[in-house]
T-cell receptor, first 112, second 110 residues
């Protein structure tokens, strides 16, 4: 039982490049989330999903897109990376929206 | 609008107690508490729903004062393993968006 996994763990991009972060969970959770965490700050919600095929915007959605084609996977895309998107990205999942969230190990992204 | 946590940082000796507060200017439906150690993912501690309930987990407990829109996390007889950053997350309704506070850094020294 791996819980929540994220791929890759580290990535360096140049401004304008694109990439996709993959989040996978094996707990059969309906809800999945993408957060970003900047140094010394709390977590900010980018997008979330309440089930397969559905997504919704969070607090800071600009510059990101997401897809939830399969229940166990939640993808976060950056179409044209900017230095302001340098951050640690965490994926999380929960059984219900009001229940505890299980976090993945994070992806450290640097945009030069 | 994110919840406000206080204090921003606290240093304790082993065995001492601490209180971390989380407050909001808007009505809250639920408050979540998480702990994050350096370089790791946040780990869930507990959830409190509106209604003024109090929960406990070993020597860590929390309360939720609905009238004051405030939650407090109580750490008693602190251990070295309690070191980390504590985050509160709040929801304003029964929906799915959790808004996190800025965190409180706790350091427990021997």
């Amino acid at each position: 039982n791996a819980g929540v996994t994220q791929t890759p763990k580290f990535r360096v991009l140049k401004t304008g490049q694109s990439m996709t972060l993959l989040c996978a969970q094996d707990m059969n959770h309906e809800y999945m989330y993408w957060y970003r965490q900047d140094p010394g700050m709390g977590l900010r919600l980018i997008h979330y999903s309440v089930g397969e095929g559905t997504t919704a915007k969070g607090e800071v959605p600009d510059g990101y897109n997401v897809s939830r084609l399969k229940k166990q996977n939640f993808l976060l895309g950056l179409e044209s990376a900017a230095p302001s998107q340098t951050s640690v990205y965490f994926c999380a999942s929960s059984y219900l929206g009001r229940r505890e969230q299980f976090f993945g190990p994070g992806t450290r992204l640097t945009v030069l | 609008q994110q919840p406000v946590q206080s204090p921003q940082a606290v240093i304790l000796r082993e065995g001492e107690d601490a209180v971390i507060n989380c407050s909001s200017s808007k009505a809250l439906y639920s408050v979540h508490w998480y702990r994050q150690k350096h370089g790791e993912a946040p780990v869930f501690l507990m959830i409190l729903l509106k209604g003024g309930e109090q929960k406990g987990h070993e020597k860590i407990s929390a309360s939720f004062n609905e009238k004051k829109q405030q939650s407090s996390l109580y750490l008693t007889a602190s251990q070295l393993s309690y070191s980390g950053t504590y985050f509160c997350g709040a929801t304003r309704d029964a929906g799915n968006m959790l808004t996190f506070g800025g965190g409180t850094r706790l350091m427990v020294k021997p």
